[in-house]
């Protein structure tokens, strides 16, 4: 039995090319001014076509391991959330696995969009802390580019790709992930969606084009329910682990809309200085956001040893959580 549980490296990865909102001023009836006040994104990172999501999954893990001084013999699990499989069969997981050289792991894929990185420490956190495993690569990748329709301007803007990873493992040393809450809302899933493409309405000759093959968004109500519930999210965390905003040095939020995340932190009292804040050059990456952010803010020196810090989702399904760790 485990009592803490630390996050011993950290690493991310995105594609080389870069898609500003001037190039997409070209594509679709759209402007660098309206992206921007709308929501804060200015660039994204897309992935060209002979890359798939576990390409970059594999050196995002190899940084973290690389950082936690872990090989890859060492993994006993990689947990990793993806909406944006590299194929429905098998996971990305598996495929993640295959690329590491991870023989001795156990893995598998969670589907809980931009929750998916908090769902999966917190999984993560309980395995280890049970005794059944003992180092865990807890992975968020997304190449959401193939899944969005460059004709809708109210999607294509949003989104980007990426991957975030993270290492875990127990420690006799106090700290660590203090505890996460989960929560689900399966009733909205229609606010967020990709209608066909699973055995309900399967991808065939008559649906080439559709529409509905990629990601559709009902935003407005989407924004509306994403402040709501991550600052739930926040307030129940703080309670749980027994701490106020004031205790937290860095929250690092999804990276969806600036408007989201400083209406969070207004709620929360909590000042735009002590928020992490990426989505200008990654635009939405889904499960990937967050561990992109928390790498991103270890490596900028922005979490020192012994800081509170928060991490908060909200996404698809809908889902949305969080949790505290002890750096
Ligand atoms: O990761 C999961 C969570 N996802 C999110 O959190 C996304 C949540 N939603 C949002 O971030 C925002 O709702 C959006 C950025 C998607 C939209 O911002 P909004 O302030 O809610 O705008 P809106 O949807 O109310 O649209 C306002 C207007 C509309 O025009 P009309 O109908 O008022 O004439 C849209 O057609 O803005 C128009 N619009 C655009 N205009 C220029 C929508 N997209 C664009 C665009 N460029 N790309």
Redesign the pocket.
């Known amino acids: 039995m485990q009592k803490y549980i630390r996050i011993i490296g950290t690493g991310s990865a995105a594609p080389d090319q870069i898609l500003t909102n001037v190039d997409l001023e070209k594509m679709?009836?759209?402007?660098d001014k309206?992206?921007t006040e709308?929501?804060g994104i200015k660039e994204r990172h897309i992935a060209p076509k002979d890359k798939v999501g576990s390409d970059y999954a594999c050196l995002a893990s190899q940084r973290a391991m690389q950082m936690a001084g872990v090989t890859a013999d060492e993994i006993d699990m990689i947990i990793l959330g993806t909406v944006t499989p590299d194929a429905p069969l098998p996971s990305t997981a598996c495929i993640l696995q295959d690329k590491l050289g991870a023989k001795n792991a156990a893995v598998m894929d969670i589907v809980a969009?931009?929750s998916g990185f908090i769902y999966g420490l917190s999984i993560a956190r309980a395995l280890i802390m049970i005794g059944q495993v003992k180092t865990v690569l807890v992975v968020g990748v997304e190449v959401l580019s193939r899944f969005v329709n460059w004709s809708d301007?109210?999607?294509c803007?949003?989104f980007g790709d990426g991957a975030g990873a993270a290492v875990l493992r127990g420690s006799d040393k106090p700290g660590g992930i203090i505890n996460a809450y989960l929560k689900s809302n399966g009733s909205l899933a229609h606010l967020?969606q990709i209608p066909m493409g699973g055995s309900r309405i399967p991808l065939d000759a008559s649906n080439v084009g559709h529409e509905d093959r990629y990601i559709r968004?009902k935003?407005?109500e989407?924004?509306k329910a994403?402040v709501k519930a991550m600052s739930e999210a926040a307030t129940k965390i703080l309670k749980i682990c027994e701490l106020e905003s004031k205790d937290i040095k860095l929250m690092i939020p999804?990276q969806?809309?600036i408007?989201?995340i400083e209406a969070t932190a207004k709620r929360l009292k909590l000042p735009m200085d002590r928020v992490y804040v990426n989505v200008h050059k990654y635009g939405?990456t889904?499960a990937a956001s967050i561990p992109i952010a928390l790498d991103e803010a270890v490596r900028e020196g922005r979490i020192k040893k012994g800081d509170k810090i928060m991490l908060v989702a909200?996404?698809?399904g809908f889902t949305w959580g969080a949790t505290i760790i002890e750096w």
């Open positions: 679709v009836e759209t402007s309206w992206i709308r929501t969009a931009c301007r109210n999607t803007v949003l967020l968004m935003g407005s989407v924004f994403a999804h969806a809309n408007r989201i939405n889904s909200f996404g698809a």
